[in-house]
């Protein structure tokens, strides 16, 4: 069964940063790009970024390229978002999602920016 | 970026009715796009990718259709469970979009 699981979120003050990881498991993860999308308050869901399968790949939405740092280390089955210069606005909570159609998703990690 | 507008933004329906919401793309995406489920505190769920196949698991009265820059996601006969917000989202592009949900409430 496959599984994803987030973890690193909290609570940090604006200019601050914060690192989430997402554990796979249950699929052969060096074979799937991964990306992460969050969800502010009462906004919809944003795509944020993606990484593929070997990590040659990356990209980033507009409202954080230069900010925020998408990696995964394949033997750890793991990918992560490093979060830097964090603004009120990036208070959300942030999924990560498998493939380019977004077929599995974790539960979610619940990231505040507030001082 | 390929902006996703989706319509309507809320609606109000019954139990056994037939819904429909429609997403526009600003360029042709082809059939790459994907509708997903989300309900507060959960994770969002996909229903509908390649603009017309259905996701395993998912009931037969979710359908998608369309290509090009129009697509529509039907709800053949809503049930209880199917309250909840509906999104779309391209895959034509490697810089992914959604559009701005479509909220299904009871009438």
């Known amino acids: 069964e496959v599984h994803l699981a987030e973890s690193g979120g909290g609570l940090v003050k604006p200019g601050g940063s914060l690192k989430l990881s997402c554990t796979a498991s249950g699929f052969t993860f060096n074979s799937y790009t991964m990306n992460w999308v969050r969800q502010a308050p009462g906004r919809g869901l944003e795509w944020v970024s993606s990484i593929s399968s070997g990590g040659d790949y990356i990209y980033y939405g507009d409202s954080v390229k230069g900010r925020f740092t998408i990696s995964r280390d394949n033997a750890k089955n793991s990918v992560y978002l490093q979060m830097n210069s964090l603004r009120a606005e990036d208070t959300a909570v942030y999924y990560c999602a498998r493939d380019m159609i977004l077929d599995y998703w974790g539960q979610g990690a619940l990231v505040t920016v507030s001082s | 970026d390929i902006q996703m507008t989706q319509s309507p933004s809320s609606l109000s329906a019954s139990v056994g009715d037939r819904v429909t919401i429609t997403c526009r793309a600003s360029?042709?995406?082809?059939?790459?796009l994907s509708w997903f489920q989300h309900k507060p505190g959960k994770a969002p769920k996909l229903l509908i990718y390649a603009a017309s196949s259905l996701q395993s698991g998912v009931p037969s009265r979710f359908s998608g259709s369309g290509s090009g820059t129009d697509f529509t996601l039907t709800i053949s006969g809503l049930q209880p469970e199917d309250f909840a917000t509906y999104y779309c989202?391209?895959?034509?592009?490697?810089?992914?979009?959604f559009g701005g949900g479509t909220k299904v409430e009871i009438k």
């Open positions: 360029q042709s995406i082809s059939r790459y």
């Open positions: 989202q391209q895959t034509y592009s490697s810089l992914l979009t």
